[in-house]
Protein backbone atom coordinates (compact mmCIF):
# COMPACT_ATOMS: atom_id res chain seq x y z
CA UNK A 1 0.00 0.00 0.00
CA UNK A 2 1.50 3.30 -1.32
CA UNK A 3 1.80 6.11 1.68
CA UNK A 4 2.81 9.25 2.09
CA UNK A 5 2.84 10.61 5.49
CA UNK A 6 3.80 14.22 6.06
CA UNK A 7 4.87 15.64 9.67
CA UNK A 8 6.14 18.75 11.09
CA UNK A 9 3.63 21.34 10.85
CA UNK A 10 2.38 23.85 13.34
CA UNK A 11 2.31 27.53 14.00
CA UNK A 12 5.48 29.53 14.27
CA UNK A 13 5.64 33.43 14.19
CA UNK A 14 7.15 35.14 11.26
CA UNK A 15 10.76 34.62 10.83
CA UNK A 16 11.05 31.56 12.00
CA UNK A 17 11.50 27.99 11.02
CA UNK A 18 9.79 24.78 10.63
CA UNK A 19 10.77 21.26 9.19
CA UNK A 20 8.02 19.35 7.11
CA UNK A 21 8.97 15.23 6.77
CA UNK A 22 7.07 12.85 4.45
CA UNK A 23 8.27 9.19 5.03
CA UNK A 24 7.22 6.88 2.10
CA UNK A 25 6.45 3.26 1.54
CA UNK A 26 4.71 1.17 -0.33
CA UNK A 27 6.85 1.93 -3.62
CA UNK A 28 10.51 2.21 -4.69
CA UNK A 29 11.20 5.76 -3.44
CA UNK A 30 14.44 5.79 -5.31
CA UNK A 31 12.69 5.68 -8.81
CA UNK A 32 9.73 8.35 -7.67
CA UNK A 33 10.68 12.85 -8.22
CA UNK A 34 9.46 14.21 -4.55
CA UNK A 35 7.82 17.50 -4.47
CA UNK A 36 6.62 19.82 -1.92
CA UNK A 37 2.97 21.53 -2.63
CA UNK A 38 1.23 23.98 -0.50
CA UNK A 39 -2.40 25.12 -0.94
CA UNK A 40 -3.41 28.58 1.14
CA UNK A 41 -6.73 29.19 2.02
CA UNK A 42 -8.86 30.18 -0.97
CA UNK A 43 -6.12 29.47 -3.39
CA UNK A 44 -5.08 26.87 -5.68
CA UNK A 45 -2.32 24.38 -4.85
CA UNK A 46 0.72 25.82 -5.93
CA UNK A 47 4.47 23.50 -6.12
CA UNK A 48 7.35 24.66 -3.66
CA UNK A 49 10.05 22.40 -4.27
CA UNK A 50 11.15 19.76 -6.17
CA UNK A 51 14.00 17.04 -6.22
CA UNK A 52 15.06 14.25 -8.26
CA UNK A 53 15.40 11.00 -7.49
CA UNK A 54 19.31 10.94 -7.09
CA UNK A 55 18.96 14.17 -4.97
CA UNK A 56 19.80 16.36 -7.94
CA UNK A 57 17.37 18.55 -10.12
CA UNK A 58 16.41 20.55 -7.00
CA UNK A 59 13.79 23.61 -8.30
CA UNK A 60 12.22 26.24 -5.91
CA UNK A 61 9.55 28.42 -6.86
CA UNK A 62 10.47 32.19 -6.51
CA UNK A 63 8.56 33.01 -3.70
CA UNK A 64 11.03 30.72 -1.19
CA UNK A 65 14.14 30.91 -2.95
CA UNK A 66 17.32 31.31 -0.99
CA UNK A 67 14.47 30.73 2.33
CA UNK A 68 13.18 26.64 2.06
CA UNK A 69 15.31 23.75 1.63
CA UNK A 70 14.79 20.38 0.26
CA UNK A 71 16.37 17.22 0.51
CA UNK A 72 16.05 13.33 0.42
CA UNK A 73 17.63 10.52 2.86
CA UNK A 74 17.56 7.20 0.32
CA UNK A 75 18.07 4.97 3.31
CA UNK A 76 14.86 6.46 5.04
CA UNK A 77 12.92 7.11 2.31
CA UNK A 78 12.15 10.46 3.19
CA UNK A 79 12.22 14.16 1.96
CA UNK A 80 12.35 16.90 3.67
CA UNK A 81 11.68 20.34 3.53
CA UNK A 82 13.35 22.58 5.92
CA UNK A 83 11.68 26.00 5.87
CA UNK A 84 13.41 29.26 7.40
CA UNK A 85 12.23 33.17 7.53
CA UNK A 86 8.50 32.09 7.25
CA UNK A 87 6.23 34.54 6.44
CA UNK A 88 2.69 34.51 6.92
CA UNK A 89 2.21 34.42 3.08
CA UNK A 90 3.85 30.68 3.65
CA UNK A 91 0.94 29.41 5.72
CA UNK A 92 -1.28 26.77 4.09
CA UNK A 93 -1.31 22.99 3.70
CA UNK A 94 1.57 21.55 2.64
CA UNK A 95 1.38 18.03 0.46
CA UNK A 96 4.09 15.79 -0.34
CA UNK A 97 3.81 14.34 -4.22
CA UNK A 98 5.78 11.50 -5.54
CA UNK A 99 6.06 10.92 -9.33
CA UNK A 100 7.05 7.54 -11.12
CA UNK A 101 9.78 8.71 -13.41
CA UNK A 102 9.48 6.22 -15.34
CA UNK A 103 5.74 6.32 -15.59
CA UNK A 104 4.85 10.27 -14.91
CA UNK A 105 1.09 9.41 -15.15
CA UNK A 106 1.42 7.66 -12.07
CA UNK A 107 2.01 10.14 -9.16
CA UNK A 108 0.93 9.65 -5.05
CA UNK A 109 -0.13 12.25 -2.69
CA UNK A 110 0.26 12.61 1.07
CA UNK A 111 -2.59 13.92 3.46
CA UNK A 112 -1.01 17.49 4.50
CA UNK A 113 0.23 18.88 7.14
CA UNK A 114 -0.96 23.13 8.22
CA UNK A 115 1.73 25.38 8.53
CA UNK A 116 0.39 28.39 9.65
CA UNK A 117 2.77 31.50 10.35
CA UNK A 118 1.13 34.61 12.47
CA UNK A 119 2.00 36.87 15.36
Known amino acids: QVQLVESGGGWVQPGGSLRLSCVAS????????MRWYRQAPGKEREPVAGIGISGDGIIYADSVKGRFTISRERGQNTVYLQMNSLKPEDTGVYYCNAQNIRRPAEDHWGQGTQVTVAS
Open 26 to 33: GFTFDSYV
